[in-house]
């Protein structure tokens, strides 16, 4: 066999093309020569794959953090729009917001209400404006919240579930207003409408209009705003309800099996939309099953798209992964514990090759963090990625029989949920009847009961408890957010040019009317973004969305 | 000694916008799993909450916040069960229930607050205790 014909001949040959002369060999401490990836022969005898090559189980990239570090994108957001400002302006002073390519990159939360899509004037919702997020329900708070960015050079990840479509509307609409040109504008939308397993409740729509939204938005972006990545399936949403790291894997790739599915039935290219999917994984439980199922799910989702869908470009077969840590596993008993399991978690998702990364602070299950735990977080990953070498080497596990044989298995198994969920009539159908809300629920129970009987350890929680007085500083949000923002929507209300809001969200229903009945594609998105420019509110068009696509329950 | 008390029945409930819903759905497990009667929902307004409970004659009401309404939502609820003559229907809290959450809550008669790492026996055996003492079996 000829070298170039080898796994590793063409990995050398592309690491010359793409990265020139430049060397990634390290030294380490004691100055021994350090290669930037290790290869050898797999557990059958074959030459084992190299990172950046097919199925992508060693990575997306033939070099990976020595040539591009991951982003650190600590979440970020609460009360008004201005006062998370001030919040970011420290972060970036902290060295935070560090996106690709010397963008800055804000990781926005948003408050529980904006996040469901409504305005915080609606009566359902008082006692959580502000709270745990940001409030924004119009384009002109993102005047606010970005004034004075260049937002060709900033990345924007906007986090939240049932009011994702009409909050990408507000944004777009603050961007063109600006007269930033879409082509120019990169960020990420999560769009958690694809989730049911119990990040979206009852406010999202019903599960064929959430697919329906998904194909629209994703539609829209490939073709008006190419950079934008309009779909984050969140494998750590689904472990935070409660699924176990295979059911978590399997449901995320059977999301993407049923987005494809209602692409291909709308007829949209798979590969015009997939490369800007991307996956939100959760670290911090069992160190190399997460290393090991991360591995997997790159490998499941190349082979789905590939041979399932027949996508053929590179971007379509590449699982690009967000990290974070795990929420549900930080304690309210001896919070300083939380430090630690961040750090193992954020380690674990660096030696499986993530490419995004956001740290929890410790004091998240006390409530909202302190300025103090945040910068912490920071810090860790800082730590990770310039202290502890961790980075001199891509899928530095690559070989071992342990994680080779986890990931294998992981696999196998990931495959066989897919083939159940496919003989009960596909993902949707799943949802509808509610066996995946069954199957979550009863994996979350039953690990909940192995921390009853002690059979599963939480330190501090079940084992090598104390009884400590609670003085630790809790951040509390400004009580006067949820008046001032009422305030805010009231006379914004009152000063915009009604009749042409009004005729905007009309338009916005026909649309939604010809998207819901599939004779077009594209257009609710596009008319989200004219009535955001028209002054209308995320609520204002949330319902609309509601109306026409159906609410989940 | 023979206990005649009929087993509880139980409304947990949380916001319609709180998407966090493992915790609420392992108590609900818990709790039926120890012969209660659970009814669990979403609530839009807090008032709602009363009207559930009432309906279905539950004999304890469990709140969970996960991200934020802990307080407010908690007295519109007490003010709402006044209003309706069932002050007395024992209510108790549970989730991201922060320091400075817990003397309003107190203040507004919750009878238990219960946070992350709660054990699900002492709050199984603190809805039997409510439900038996408002229903007179205790």
Redesign the interface.
């Known amino acids: 066999m000829a070298v170039e014909d080898s796994a590793y001949g063409r990995w050398q040959q592309t690491v010359a093309a793409r990265y020139k002369d430049r060397s990634f060999v390290a030294r380490n401490r004691s100055g021994v020569e350090v290669e930037p990836v290790y290869s050898g022969l797999d557990r059958m005898g074959n030459e084992a794959e190299m990172p950046g090559q097919y199925p992508y189980t060693r990575g997306i990239y033939p070099i990976h953090y020595q040539y591009q570090p991951w982003m650190d994108l600590q979440i970020i957001g609460f009360g008004l729009p201005s006062q998370t400002r001030k919040r970011m302006d420290l972060l970036l002073e902290q060295g935070g917001s560090k996106g690709y390519f010397d963008r800055e990159a804000y990781n926005f939360i948003f408050?529980?209400?904006t996040?469901?899509g409504?305005d915080p004037d609606h009566?359902?919702?008082?006692?959580?404006?502000g709270?745990?997020?940001i409030s924004v329900c119009k384009a002109s708070d993102y005047e606010v919240l970005l004034d004075g960015k260049d937002l060709s050079k900033t990345t924007v990840s906007l986090v939240l579930?049932a009011g994702s479509p009409a909050m990408l509307g507000l944004y777009l609409a603050a961007a063109k207003r600006r007269g930033f040109a879409f082509d120019k504008l990169g960020g990420n939308l999560t769009n958690y409408i694809w989730d049911f397993f119990?990040?979206?409740?009852?406010?999202n729509f019903s599960p064929r209009g959430s697919y329906r939204l998904i194909a629209d938005i994703a539609s829209y972006c490939a073709q008006h705003v190419p950079l934008w990545n309009p779909l984050t399936i969140s494998e750590h949403n689904i472990c935070?309800?409660?699924a176990d790291n295979v059911q978590a894997v399997a449901y995320s790739i059977a999301a993407i099996i049923a987005v494809n599915e209602e692409c291909v039935k709308l007829g949209i290219d798979p590969d015009s939309v997939v490369p800007r999917f991307g996956f939100h994984v959760r670290y911090g439980e069992n160190f190399f099953e997460e290393v090991a199922k991360t591995r997997a799910l790159r490998r499941v989702y190349a082979k789905v798209n590939r041979e399932r869908f027949g996508c053929k470009k590179s971007g379509s077969l590449q699982a690009r992964i967000h990290a974070q840590t795990a929420g549900?596993l930080?304690?309210?008993?001896q919070p300083l514990n939380n430090l630690v399991r961040n750090a193992y978690g954020a380690l674990a998702a660096v030696l499986s090759g993530a490419n995004g990364m956001t740290i929890n602070a410790y004091d998240e299950?006390?409530?909202l963090p302190t300025e103090e735990a945040v910068t912490l977080s920071l810090r860790t990953s800082q730590i990770i990625a310039e202290e502890t070498g961790a980075v001199q080497v891509s899928d530095p596990f690559g070989g071992s029989y342990y994680v080779e044989s986890l990931t294998d298995e992981i696999e196998r198994r990931v495959f066989e949920i897919i083939a159940d969920i496919d003989d009960r009539g596909g993902l949707i159908a799943c949802i509808e009847s509610g066996w995946i809300k069954q199957q979550v629920?009863a994996a979350?129970?039953k690990w909940?009961?192995e921390i009853?009987s002690g059979e599963r350890t939480?330190v501090g929680?079940?084992k090598y408890t104390t009884d400590e007085p609670?003085q630790y500083a809790?951040f509390?949000p400004d009580p006067e957010a949820a008046r001032l923002a009422i305030e805010d929507i009231e006379r914004h209300r009152r000063d915009r040019d009604a009749a042409r809001c009004s005729a905007a969200l009309e338009k916005l229903r026909e649309a939604a009317v010809e998207v819901s009945e599939g004779r077009t594609i594209g257009s609710v998105m596009e008319n989200l973004v004219a009535a955001a420019e028209a002054d209308a509110t995320l609520g204002e068009m949330q319902a609309i969305l509601h109306d026409i696509f159906g609410r989940n329950k | 000694m023979q206990d005649n008390a009929p087993n509880p029945r139980v409304l947990l409930t949380k916001?319609?916008?709180?998407?966090?819903?493992?915790a609420i759905?392992?108590i609900a497990?818990?709790l039926r799993d120890a012969a209660m009667e659970v009814v669990l929902i979403?609530?839009?307004?807090p008032e709602d909450v009363v009207t559930v409970a009432l309906q279905e004659d539950v004999d304890i009401i469990g709140l969970s916040f996960m991200?934020?309404?802990?307080?407010?939502?908690t007295q519109k609820i007490v003010a709402e069960l006044k209003r309706r003559g069932v002050d007395d229907l024992p209510l108790v809290v549970g989730g991201?229930i922060?320091?400075?959450d817990v003397p309003p809550l107190e203040e507004a008669g919750v009878r238990e607050i219960f946070?992350?790492?709660a054990?699900?026996?002492d709050v199984v055996a603190t809805f039997q205790r409510l439900a038996k003492a408002y229903r007179g079996y205790a």
């Not at chain 1, 009566?123 to 404006?129: A, F, K």
């Not at chain 2, 979403?42 to 307004?45: F, G, T, V």
């Open positions: 408050d529980m209400p996040s469901m409504y009566p359902g919702v008082r006692g959580s404006i709270d745990c997020g579930n119990g990040h979206s409740g009852g406010t935070e309800a409660g549900s930080l304690t309210v008993q299950a006390l409530g629920s979350a129970y909940r009961q009853e939480m929680v079940n609670e809790v509390k | 916001s319609f916008i709180d998407s966090h819903d493992r759905a392992t497990l818990a979403d609530y839009e307004q991200s934020g309404g802990q307080v407010e939502t991201v922060r320091p400075f946070r992350g790492g054990p699900l026996a």
